[in-house]
């Protein structure tokens, strides 16, 4: 059987990094799929525990220059999630002091270097030497009188501290990617900068030698600062704002109080939630958040639970309620016993079912990551071709503008936008998810939604409430006094058919006492009976009445009226005599009909399957407006009317309550598994509510199609920058428009693209 490891992964910082390690991954023997998350700096492999393990597969990531270890075998999704935050954080303040530093010394550095560049042919330096020196000169006259060489010299001085203090990661990773015969984001920035810092210190020592063969000893310390000081600033607004694609799944690790009250030989002791033991007795009181699952056993209140299910109304507890870890107690006190700690626990299942959708690929970042795999390669030819066309073409300063355009062209097509185009998208939308009450489990299913023309519905539990209540209470039409509802009640809460169940709840939510019963008898197929005050009570079928001798004919019409309507009818009769009728249905849920309507408004066609009887079937359907039934359906017949519509060319979603619809849901093109916040793991479906809504599906159709469109618009605009500024960093502009791009801006454009992709996906944060 495989096995699924998620494996954390350092030192990646683009498109092209992520898929180097992907395609070591998927050649590794053993492995099934592999997934790597350039946001989450992780790996999440599927493979054959006979022929490969965690262990190998770490060394598969060693090998491409990268770091890893193999995860506890019991992770603690929160504090790992905790641990991330941190790190991010520190990641974030760490790029931000560079950032600001090195902007700081690459503007002084700029001064600096006004009186050795008056004719400089960078683009933006010429602009700056024409417009900027005559204040500086006005202000620091000294500065101009200043030895060009010792300008040179400190210029050179600083330019070095900045590269091993604030851009030395660049050339350690750049370095290492060349051991592995790679190369990525990293080597781009090495390269050019590298060439632009040596280009330098050659002027710097022997200046004549530069001029005596026609080529300007420009000096480009100052380009090298800021480039390194722009991609800096880029990269912390990048993980700046990659913390706050997460801020979903931190917000549900937070939820998980630290301690526990425990009850212990009499005595309650506060201890580390991580210590609670499944059977362990704990104490709720008001307004605390609850420690673990569990099942009241001393008590009442009324707890929150909308963290789980998006209901703002508080949910009642008793001897008996589950009670879910993470919710909030209201204002009474009570005990519970632990049911479920740690991983198995629902908050924690919802967490690692969240992590592992944001760490999920999009079947459109196959796109992507073919690309990155060849596009540094690609970069770093088309500089070479545009130094030596440059070199070639132009008779004035033709090295010193080919050199500058050769590292523009190797600045600005750093592929970042590309790595971050779709796993933004995806991380935004599954934590936006969550936070509207719905788990999405990956970007391909958010994909797939984009193509649904077909949606099928279960019946129970999807359309319908799901549980039996009374509907309807018809005297006899020669009676109209109903006091035989309280003997029809005590009978049936002896018995635990469903029916009888529904019927005891709703006598008792019309206020009427029970009595004891004696003599109960229940016949299957048929019906119940015993007495019930000196009375013989019958309840039942015509079945049931025709073995006790009562006709029920004066009922029969409303029987058939009830039946009609979908509604199961149980006649009752007290001391020989016919006295009523009572109905039994599963109700329509209150948004279906709308929920319904809001489909065919969305070009979708509806259909409902259900093993429920033709009538009521068609009963249920006519009140929500579904002209298309099948009725009688079993599991098997539920997948047999899914793949005849899929050969029809149809793209399916199923909307099940996750249990006995589960081979629909994975038959379907997506599966929509509708239930409770306590019955998240419904495994064969793509999508899983946490509270049973049908209305919930229309925002799982809108957020997801929303999302397709903005993962397409990152791609495009991660494209489009790339297929525009690479050949205006190399010049095509130039010949007729004299426009040429400095390195400079090179650079702060290949860091405004990041931040625009992931600002785009941002936006979903606002979806409703």
């Known amino acids: ?154 210029l050179l001085a600083v330019t070095l501290w900045v590269v091993t203090w604030a851009g030395r990661h660049f050339y350690i990773r750049a370095f290492q990617a060349f051991r592995h015969r790679a190369a990525d984001m990293n080597t781009l920035i090495a390269v050019g900068t590298g060439a632009a810092l040596l280009f330098s210190i050659f002027v710097t020592l022997d200046p004549g ?78 307004g605390e958040r609850i420690a673990v699952d569990g099942t009241v056993v001393e008590g009442t209140s009324a707890v ?9 109304l508080a949910v009642e507890k008793v001897t008996g309620s589950r009670v879910v870890g993470g919710t909030i107690n209201g204002t009474g006190a009570f005990r519970y016993r632990a049911t479920a700690v740690g991983q198995e626990s629902v908050l924690a299942r919802i967490v690692s079912m969240l992590r592992d959708a944001q760490g999920s690929r999009a079947p459109l970042q196959r796109l992507a990551d073919r690309i990155s795999g060849i596009f540094v390669p690609v970069v770093i030819s088309l500089a070479i071709a545009t130094f030596v066309l440059w070199y070639l073409l132009t008779p004035e300063a033709s090295f010193v503008r080919a ?90 809460a002896v018995s635990e058919h469903p029916v009888a169940a529904a019927i005891s709840h709703g006598a008792a939510a019309r206020g009427v006492r029970v009595d004891p019963v004696t003599g109960f008898t229940a016949e299957p197929g048929r019906g119940a009976s015993g007495t019930v005050a000196g009375h013989r009570v019958v309840v039942g079928n015509e079945a049931m009445l025709a073995k006790e001798g009562i006709d029920p004919a004066p009922l029969r019409p409303a029987a058939a009226l009830l039946a009609a309507q979908g509604k199961t009818a149980v006649y009752a009769a007290v001391g020989g005599a016919l006295v009523g009728l009572l109905a039994v249905a599963d109700p329509v849920r209150p948004s279906s009909a709308a929920t319904v309507a809001a489909f065919r408004k969305l070009g979708l066609e509806v259909s409902m399957v259900s093993g429920d009887n033709q009538v009521t079937a068609e009963a249920v359907a006519g009140q929500v407006g579904i002209q298309h039934i099948v009725a009688g359906a079993l599991p098997d017949g539920k997948v047999a009317e899914i793949r005849r519509a899929q050969a029809h060319g149809r793209v399916v979603a199923m909307v099940g309550d996750g249990v006995n619809d589960a081979p629909a849901l994975a038959a379907a093109d997506l599966g929509i598994a509708i239930g409770g916040g306590t019955d998240i793991a419904a495994e064969a479906a793509d999508v899983v509510l946490m509270r049973p809504d049908l209305a919930i599906v229309l925002q799982a159709l809108g957020l997801s199609r929303k999302t397709v469109r903005v993962m397409r618009q ?38 405004l693209s990041s931040v625009c992709v992931v600002g785009n996906s941002l936006r979903l944060r606002k979806f409703v």
């Open 1 to 154: 059987m495989n096995r699924t490891v998620t494996l954390p992964v350092s030192g990646m910082t683009c498109a092209a990094c992520q898929a180097r390690v992907q395609r070591a991954l998927e050649k590794a023997p053993g492995v099934e799929e592999a997934t790597v998350n350039l946001l989450l700096n992780s790996a999440t492999v599927r493979f054959d525990p006979g022929l490969t393990s965690p262990e190998q597969l770490v060394g598969a990531v060693r090998g491409t220059g990268y770091s890893s270890h193999v995860p506890s075998d019991a992770p603690d999704l929160a504090a790992e999630e905790l641990a991330r935050d941190v790190e991010a954080s520190r990641e974030f303040r760490e790029l931000r002091l560079k950032a600001g530093v090195s902007l700081a010394i690459g503007l002084i550095a700029m001064v600096l270097t006004m009186p050795l560049m008056a004719h400089h042919s960078d683009p933006l330096l010429s602009f700056a030497a024409r417009w900027v020196d005559s204040p500086i000169r006005g202000a620091m006259p000294w500065l101009y009188r200043a030895s060009p060489r010792a300008l040179s010299y400190g």
């Open 209 to 286: 030698f530069f001029r005596a063969r026609g080529v300007a000893p420009d000096l480009y310390y100052e380009a090298v600062i800021l480039i390194i000081a722009l991609i800096l600033t880029g990269n912390a607004l990048e993980a700046r704002a990659k913390r706050r694609t997460g801020a979903a799944l931190r917000t549900l690790t937070l939820l998980q109080p630290a301690f526990a009250r425990v009850v212990r030989d009499g005595s309650e002791l506060t201890l580390p939630v991580a210590q609670v033991a499944v059977g362990d007795t704990v104490s709720a009181r008001p």
């Open 304 to 312: 929150d639970e909308s963290m789980l299910t998006g209901e703002s």
């Open 403 to 492: 050199f500058a355009a050769g590292v523009s062209v190797l600045i600005i097509a750093c592929p970042c936008a590309m790595g971050l185009a779709v796993p933004t998208a995806i991380m935004v939308a599954t934590g936006r998810a969550a936070n509207l009450g719905f788990l999405v489990k990956g970007g391909e299913a958010l994909e797939r939604v984009g193509r649904i023309d077909m949606i099928m519905l279960d019946k129970t539990g999807t359309i319908t409430m799901g549980k039996a209540v009374l509907t309807d209470v018809v005297g006899h039409p020669e009676e109209s006094d109903l006091s035989w509802l309280g003997a029809v009640a005590s009978l049936e």
């Open 714 to 751: 990152n791609l495009f605009w991660a494209f489009i920058y790339n297929v525009i500024g690479i050949p205006v960093a190399a010049g095509i502009l130039y010949p007729r428009f004299g426009i040429l791009l400095s390195p400079v801006l090179a650079s702060a454009a290949m860091a």
